[in-house]
């Protein structure tokens, strides 16, 4: 077990595996609360939104491992990668 796997057992051990989930839910509302922000006044609240995105990247990385779905997270980012690729490929054979 790594030191960020060991943190985030002492954080389930601590608070329970659904503090954590809830935890997950309120961070999404915060940066999405962020990211709204940014439409109304471009570039002013650039803080704000990386706090919020690495404090969803730290829940998101607790529940992967509660829910010990690290192989399975890490095959869908590889798939989606890939579509995401080909998306692009698309574009570009599309506009020439």
Do not use: H
């Amino acid at each position: 077990m790594d030191e960020l796997e060991g943190l985030f057992q002492q954080c389930l051990d601590t608070w329970g595996p659904e503090i954590q989930i809830i935890m997950l839910i309120e961070e999404l509302s915060e940066l999405q609360k962020e990211l709204c922000k940014w439409f109304r006044d471009p570039g002013n609240n650039r803080e704000g939104i990386a706090e919020e995105l690495a404090d969803v990247a730290l829940m998101m990385g607790q529940v992967r491992y509660q829910m010990k779905l690290t192989e399975v997270f890490d095959k869908y980012v590889k798939l989606k990668v890939e579509r995401l690729r080909e998306r692009l490929k698309e574009e570009e054979n599309g506009s020439n």
